[in-house]
């Protein structure tokens, strides 16, 4: 055996080994949006199912995403076709509740589907705490650069998106990103906000 | 309880294969060689032990025995009992489980075989195979125990994954797959078994291991070919590679292989190439590790992926201990892998064997470095990226190119050195075929260069290997008057090894056609059509009869009836179909293709109104398609004749080596 040659061939062997272990720390299944670091696109959409006290907000009500500035909006897209959405739904629902009384709202927009699909979904899931909206011609998730539902984006209070989740939301990664966004907010630091529409 | 009995037996067999992998080399240093027996029989109570939870696991699949993890994952009292039965590698723990049996089988024929052979090349061997045993031996009982017990047991199952229990070919490809796959581990382990032995300086293990790489490539070419129809039938979109890493993943082993089952010859007549035989057979090896990396880790993102958990990190110990121990014993061994034979003359059948070698781990390492490259640019950019089918297009269709070219010049020149006049005889006639593909392929309407290029070297290497035939066939009748039938098969019987080799030419330059073909001349349409509506693709006309609905077992069907149209005849039915499955809330389509020798009429049902009223249907008229399915067959036969033992030279008339005047070359050269 030559020993220092196998030495060295033993090293080449690292980076690609240290490449592959390296990409454990990666999911691939993440796909990075141009939209994080990029102000959100302006929605104004009419809202067709109103939430739950604290929370609701009247049917037929425009949500304009301008009028939000300030705050940390939470803007989940789902349908009442996705199964994935039932995964998420009381993760989404409690944990709106949870904030109702800090300055971040949870926000729905229905994609793909029917209102009346939507109301029935709700219906079954045993209801959702926070109001959602009909995206008519899906304009806003085309807007938003939609990959598929349930998709999640966060958006901070100067209006920009600072993160968004493909997939199901757990608690910990929820309650993680909205605490990190209250936290840097220009105004109202930690005191509980006033919510407008609430 | 079947669960438990199962994986006690998974359990019983790891101190065993430890005692077999310490017995082995103990054994051989210290001269004690009735220990060495006994590390046989760890192998073959391995088997036995695998067999054993494996039989549990499709009886605890057929009996529907929810108690047992795996079966609560992919079982389900509405699935059909093929489908079932098969699910047994339908997800990852049972994958594993059918792995570690099949590499189990393979360990036990092997070392069986080779029992008495003296010298300690087999027990090193043996040992090789029980320390990649051992590895699944570990997952099968820890992150990919397939038995964990469920309580309460579940009354039903959610089956299957729709996709793979939506086509018959599921019941083939995977199995071929995992035994070409496995397969490469017994070279791995004849290698390893040569280079710690220090038999790795003779050419033994090369000859031991040639036909198990046959074997093992035929499957894995037959895998690779029943996966692209598997995905052609299955996925609706008319084609049948992507390109996928995991697709990938089975093509580099086979590339590799493929460079090795041509460059093992030259080590065995003419002493070449030692150290790189050895890259090739260890490389292979890697290859297939890596690959099932790659699917079972989830560190790329690929349609095939299985689900994503701890075992990624167990490949991921396994590939740095295969690789740095393969590089290792490579490298510390190179010294002694010297070269005697060498070349005579470029125009000699080895430089085309040399070439065929650059080309094909030229392949390898484009493919390989597009499958990585996502993961490489994230590491040092930050960017995702990803590698699609252009790049790999583009890259391979030069060397797929060069490939077909050197398959027509390789049979045709001979070994160490061809004249002047041997190379315009053997050479020049070729050229007809070429010209003939080249102007029927302009004729069809083929306008990209690589296409005409790729019909034409096509035509070339047909005609010089189909030309190999003739002239032996004609030697022997004009020595021995026989017909041309048994002038074939004389003649094949004579050097399975290089008839068979020539076939498998033959079927893959069909492949090829096939692939060719198929992308120059690919016609699509789409049309939401009403019940009487016809449709006109490429000269082909279909009509729409009518959307039905039908409740099945396991399922929902949705279909069109669509007739095929010539001349106003009704001259076929084509019923593409959506399969909706209970468990899945997307439905499966299911394109249905008529096929004929001159092209495929593909069809697929892309919506439709519940009403019946219409139905969106996709056709895509595809010519010589089934040319790859036939031509895979094709190769397939040609490595199973190169695996019949050869006759001896020395029996008389079905020998006759002197009058095919290639082979007279090689029995002088045999001759010492």
Redesign the interface.
Same mark, same amino acid.
């Given at each position: 055996m030559n020993w220092k040659r196998s030495l060295i061939a033993a090293v080449a062997a690292v980076p690609l080994i240290m490449l592959f272990a390296w990409g454990f720390t990666r999911d691939p299944g993440t796909i990075p949006s141009p939209l994080p670091g990029h102000a959100a696109p302006l929605f104004a959409l009419d809202v067709f199912a109103p939430g739950q006290p604290p929370l609701s907000r009247p049917v037929g009500d425009t949500v304009r995403l301008a009028d939000l500035r300030g705050q940390v909006v939470v803007l989940n897209f789902w349908a009442s076709w996705c199964l994935a959405c039932r995964d998420e739904h009381v993760v989404l629902s409690t944990t709106a509740r949870r904030y109702a009384e800090r300055p971040v709202h949870f926000l729905g927009v229905l994609y793909n589907d029917r209102p009346a699909a939507g109301v029935a979904w709700i219906a079954e899931m045993g209801g959702q705490s926070y109001p959602s909206m009909q995206d008519p011609g899906a304009r806003t998730a085309i807007d938003y650069g939609l990959y598929g539902v349930p998709e999640t984006f966060f958006i901070d209070g100067s209006g920009r998106v600072a993160y968004k989740q493909l997939g199901p939301a757990s608690e910990v990664l929820l309650a993680h990103i909205v605490d990190s966004l209250i936290a840097v907010l220009p105004q109202h630091p930690t005191a509980p906000a006033t919510k407008s529409g609430s | 309880m079947i669960g438990l009995l199962a994986h006690d037996a998974l359990l019983v067999a790891l101190p065993i294969m430890v005692l077999g992998i310490v017995l082995a080399p103990v054994a051989v240093r210290t001269g004690r060689r009735e220990w060495i027996p006994i590390a046989y029989s760890a192998l073959y109570t391995n088997f036995l032990l695998v067999t054993i939870a494996t039989v549990a696991m499709i009886v605890a699949l057929v009996t529907h025995d929810f108690s047992v993890s795996y079966v609560a994952q992919v079982g389900s009292r509405a699935t059909p009992l093929f489908y079932t039965v098969i699910s047994l590698w339908g997800a990852l723990e049972g994958s594993i489980l059918f792995w570690a049996w099949v590499l189990a089988l393979y360990g036990t024929v092997v070392v069986w075989l080779n029992r008495n052979r003296p010298g300690n090349l087999i027990p090193y061997t043996a040992l090789a195979l029980l320390a990649v045993s051992l590895f699944f031996g570990i997952l099968l009982v820890g992150p990919a125990n397939p038995f964990h017990p469920v309580f309460p047991v579940p009354l039903d199952g959610p089956g299957p994954n729709p996709l793979l229990q939506n086509h018959i070919l599921m019941g083939v490809h995977p199995p071929l797959l995992y035994l070409g796959y496995v397969g490469m581990t017994v070279p791995f382990a004849f290698a390893v078994g040569a280079m710690l032995s220090g038999e790795v300086t003779g050419d033994a293990w090369i000859k031991l291991s040639h036909r198990w790489t046959l074997l093992s490539w035929a499957f894995l070419s037959a895998a690779i070919i029943a996966g692209m129809w598997w995905s052609y039938e299955v996925l609706g979109w008319g084609g049948y590679w992507a390109w996928d890493p995991v697709e990938n993943a089975s093509f580099l082993p086979w590339l590799t292989a493929t460079a090795y089952l041509h460059s093992m010859i030259l080590q065995e007549r003419r002493g070449m190439l030692r150290l790189w035989n050895v890259n090739l057979v260890v490389g292979t090896f890697v290859l297939t590790v890596l690959g099932t990396?790659l699917t079972r880790?989830? &560190? &790329?993102?690929s349609v095939h992926a299985f689900t994503v958990g701890v075992i990624?990190?167990y490949f =991921?110990a396994f &590939?740095?201990v295969v =690789? &740095?121990a393969a590089? *290792?014993? *490579?490298?510390?061994?190179?010294?002694r892998l010297r070269t005697s034979g060498k070349m005579d003359s470029a125009a000699s059948r080895e430089s085309v064997f040399l070439l065929n070698n650059l080309f094909l781990t030229a392949f390898m390492f484009t493919v390989l470095i597009g499958t =990585?490259f996502? =993961? *490489?640019a994230?590491?040092i950019r930050g960017v995702?990226v990803s590698v699609g089918a252009p790049f790999f297009n583009r890259m391979s269709l030069p060397l797929i190119v060069m490939l077909l070219f050197l398959m027509g010049v390789g049979p045709a020149l001979p070994w160490r050195s061809a004249t002047a006049a041997e190379m315009r005889s053997k050479l020049l006639p070729p050229f007809i075929g070429a010209l003939l593909f080249c102007a029927g392929a302009l004729v069809a309407g083929a306008r990209s260069f690589y296409g005409v290029v790729a019909f034409s070297f096509v035509g070339y290497a047909a005609v010089a290997n189909l030309r190999e035939y003739w002239i032996g066939m004609r030697a022997r009748r004009q020595a021995h008057g026989e017909g041309w039938a048994t002038a074939l098969f004389l003649l094949m019987r004579s050097n399975q090894r290089r008839f068979g080799g020539y076939l498998a030419h033959l079927g893959l330059l069909l492949v090829a056609l096939g692939i060719a073909g198929s992308s120059s001349f690919r016609k699509e349409r789409e049309a939401t059509m009403k019940p009487g509506d016809t449709l006109t693709v490429a000269g082909q006309t279909i009509r729409l009869k009518g959307v039905w609905g039908r409740e099945e077992v396991q399922r929902s069907v949705v279909g069109a009836t669509l007739e095929v149209l010539k001349n106003g005849r009704v001259v076929g039915v084509i019923e593409p179909h959506m399969n909706y499955y209970p468990t899945s809330?997307q439905p499966v389509p299911t394109p249905q293709v008529r096929s004929t020798i001159g092209g495929d009429l593909y069809l697929t049902l892309m919506a439709f109104d519940p009403n019946g009223a219409n139905a969106t249907i996709r056709a895509i008229v595809q010519p010589l398609v089934s040319w790859i399915w036939f031509g895979g067959g094709i190769v397939v036969l040609g490595a199973i004749i190169g695996m019949i033992p050869a006759r001896r030279r020395s029996n008389g008339a079905l020998a006759d080596t002197d009058l095919v005047p290639d082979l007279g070359a090689i029995a002088a050269e045999a001759a010492p």
């Open positions: - | 990396f880790s989830g &560190i &790329i993102s990624g990190y =991921l &590939i740095a =690789l &740095i590089l *290792v014993m *490579v490298a510390g061994n190179s010294d =990585l996502p =993961l *490489v994230e590491a995702k809330d």
